[in-house]
Nanobody, 126 residues
């Protein structure tokens, strides 16, 4: 499975961005997908996840983005989106999408995902 993340950019506080994670080489509906981010000098952290369709497609978010970010998927396009609203300075990071076909638990942990995209930079300025 190859993942291509895109949609990052430079925005101001309060603006919105939508990140996309496009998969190739697999039926994406069978994969649980997570978004992670890593700020400069910080550890990679979990942002959001969406279970594969057979798993109900349920979503999860880190507390700091709840109510502002929405993860969704369009299986017909092999794409998972991360809609980011009300962006804050602390959202600045490289955002990565990750996928796994068998992940059931610990979806907030990086090792649960076998496949990773290359990352897309999100910079929020005041």
């Amino acid at each position: 499975v190859q993942l291509q993340a895109s949609g990052g950019g430079v925005v101001q506080t309060g603006d919105s961005l939508r990140l996309s994670c496009v998969a190739s080489g697999a039926t994406f509906s069978r994969y649980t997908v997570g978004w992670f981010r890593q700020g400069l000098g910080k550890e990679r952290e979990f942002v959001a996840s969406i279970r594969r369709s057979a798993g109900g497609g349920t979503t999860d978010y880190v507390d700091s983005v709840k109510g502002r970010f929405t993860i969704s998927r369009d299986n017909s396009k092999n794409t998972v989106y991360l809609q980011m609203n009300q962006l804050k300075l602390e959202d600045t990071a490289v955002y990565y999408c990750a996928a796994d076909s068998s992940a059931l638990w610990s979806l907030r942990r990086s090792p649960s995902y076998a496949y990773w995209g290359q990352g897309t930079q999100v910079t929020v300025s005041s």
